[in-house]
């Protein structure tokens, strides 16, 4: 079982930072991406940002220049650095890895969602 838990959300102010982090735990060979969405409605959730294990990365355009995805591979960890923060940033954050098991089999597993709350 691949299990993710996410910290790093809360309370900010227009203007400041918050770093989400996405910690990948169990039985992992590889991860191939880590990807944050935020919720739209129901279960519709739209992609902010994602990273390959090639180094490869992928932005919504609203986000571009203020957020910075990146990952510790070693620690089977994932990050979202968010400044610049913006009121309409704010939403439920949920963190998504996809790659393979021990034994090959792969997962695409997600995280419970963190709070974001961008406000004065």
């Known amino acids: 079982q691949v299990q993710l838990e996410e910290s790093g959300g809360g309370l900010v102010q227009p203007g400041g930072s918050l770093r989400l982090v996405c910690r990948v735990s169990?039985?992992?060979?590889?991860?191939?991406?880590v990807a944050w969405y935020r919720q739209i409605s129901g279960n519709q959730r739209d992609l902010v940002a994602e990273?390959?294990?090639?180094?490869?990365?992928n932005y919504k355009d609203s986000v571009k220049g203020r957020f910075t995805v990146s990952s510790d591979n070693a620690k089977n960890t994932g990050y979202l650095q968010m400044n610049n923060l913006k009121p309409e940033d704010t939403d439920v954050y949920y963190c998504?890895?996809?790659?393979?098991?021990?034994?090959?089999?792969?997962?695409?597993?997600w995280g419970q969602g963190t709070q974001v709350t961008v406000s004065s």
């Open positions: 990273i390959f294990s090639t180094g490869a990365t």
């Open positions: 169990g039985r992992i060979l590889n991860t191939v991406s």
């Open positions: 998504n890895a996809r790659g393979q098991r021990l034994g090959g089999l792969w997962f695409d597993s």
